[in-house]
């Protein structure tokens, strides 16, 4: 009785919310309209898309001075989306980067800020419209329900946390937390001391779900087995991960330690929310928000179909993903991404100049282990700097030395025979200044 007089309260308090940032659209109205449309037929979507994206190409050739001065010859008579997808002029980070200016739409007065973590050496800010923060909301509350939680339930955010004012008054603090309805926990504060006060936190709270980066929850997770933690709650239904690829071995630990399910969701600052995790375990893609696309070499290109405030148009985000035209068994119609294979800059550059996702030194982990060192290995990255690669790997409770050896003529000889290779056993492996933790870094 009590949660559900909370939750009323909070939804409430969310509805005003929405109307003091002037969404032109309540992003309720909007998640109800997408629990239709994520089983509509392949040609109705299509065509929703293929109207959108039409809408947003006049409306930025009309008011944005970017594509008024650089695309304004393009036909815009496009037959399809396929047309579009092999047409269309690629806009990079760098023009986005070097014009962020000239692709504002100075007829759009309402903005949201988001910029990237910078984890690429290149952080990026773009300010888009209402509509598209709605979206976002919206397609983020669709997301939560697959997994049987309310955007508006309890949650738990790890993450990089802002370093706040402390000079405002108690009470109003307390109020703004007690409202938000979320336990905000900073990723840069787990470790062996804090780790207790962190499950002790979470069980308090009792919250529904859990967000971080993948790297927050397996820390966390590595942390709460090291000392044999568990949560005592079982109200959380899912952890929530985000902003780095999840690899099957830490989806199972993941699981395996907090006690409950785990779902990938994946998007970026700049290009807003593409996908999420079903629990038959397809990451659909938002249709209704962005229209993707891929080169043979898996390059994605996204348009976000509803941000008229920096229309982001074809823009080539540096990922690499594999998309799939089959559909899946839980009855949603959208396109499924069947991997996110990573960014371009996380791919490694092998002696004889070609590239291999860095996904292969999950494989090379995971055979390792599969062979007679089960269990040596909870965690990894590997930093290559030109020839040269440093393997940092946290110890499992069976490690063997020995797979030292066996994971370096692996790599050998996957990526030359020839590359130097150091290794460095660590408790603890340190994070970005984001707060992320990528398993694989090349520096040139």
């Not at 919206?138 to 309890?154: I, L, P, Q, S, T």
């Not at 405002?168 to 504060?189: A, C, E, H, Q, S």
């Not at 990894?380 to 490690?399: C, D, I, S, T, W």
């Amino acid at each position: 009785m009590v949660e559900a007089i909370y939750k009323y309260i909070f939804k409430k308090y969310l509805a005003l919310k929405f109307v003091k940032l002037k969404f032109p659209v309540s992003p309720y109205k909007i998640l109800a309209e997408l629990h239709q449309s994520q089983y509509w037929s392949r040609e109705k979507m299509k065509s929703y898309q293929f109207d959108k994206l039409r809408s947003l190409i006049n409306s930025a050739n009309k008011d944005v001075n970017y594509y008024r001065d650089r695309v304004k010859d393009y036909d815009l008579k496009l037959l399809d989306l396929d047309d579009f997808s092999k047409s269309y002029p690629i806009l990079s980070k760098r023009d986005v980067l070097d014009n962020s200016y000239l692709l504002r739409n100075n007829h759009v007065i309402n903005k949201f800020r988001h910029s990237t973590s910078g984890s690429t050496g290149q952080p990026l800010t773009v300010e888009i419209s209402g509509l598209a923060e709605a979206y976002r909301l919206a397609g983020k509350m669709r997301f939560y329900n697959w997994w049987g939680v309310d955007f508006h339930d309890k949650s738990v955010l790890i993450w990089k946390l802002k370093q706040v004012d402390n000079k405002g008054l108690p009470y109003t603090k307390n109020i703004k937390r007690v409202l938000k309805n979320r336990l905000d926990l900073d990723i840069f504060n787990l470790n062996d001391e804090t780790v207790s006060d962190f499950v002790t936190k979470i069980d308090d709270f009792g919250p529904k779900y859990i967000r971080s980066y993948k790297s927050g929850l397996f820390e966390l997770a590595r942390l709460m087995d090291k000392h044999n933690l568990r949560f005592k709650i079982s109200s959380i239904k899912v952890a929530v991960v985000t902003s780095e690829v999840l690899i099957q071995e830490e989806r199972d630990y993941i699981k395996n330690i907090l006690g409950c399910k785990v779902a990938n969701e994946y998007g970026s600052a700049e290009g807003g929310f593409y996908a999420g995790e079903c629990q038959h375990g397809s990451m659909h893609i938002n249709e209704e928000l962005s229209f993707l696309s891929t080169d043979q070499e898996n390059n994605t290109c996204v348009t976000e179909l509803n941000n008229l405030g920096t229309p982001l148009i074809n823009y080539f985000n540096g990922d690499k993903i594999v998309i799939s035209e089959e559909f899946c068994s839980c009855g949603k119609t959208s396109r499924i991404i069947k991997e996110v294979e990573g960014r371009i800059s996380d791919f490694i550059l092998c002696q004889d100049g070609s590239r291999k996702s860095s996904l292969i030194l999950s494989y090379i982990i995971r055979e390792s282990m599969n062979s007679k060192y089960h269990g040596s290995i909870k965690q990894f990255r590997v930093v290559q700097n030109k020839n040269h690669f440093l393997l940092e790997m946290v110890p499992g409770l069976a490690y063997n030395e020995k797979i030292e050896e066996v994971i370096k003529n692996e790599m050998r000889s996957e990526i030359g025979k020839d590359i130097e290779i150091d290794v460095h056993v660590t408790e603890a492996i340190s994070r970005e200044a984001s707060g992320k933790l990528r398993y694989f870094i090349r520096k040139s």
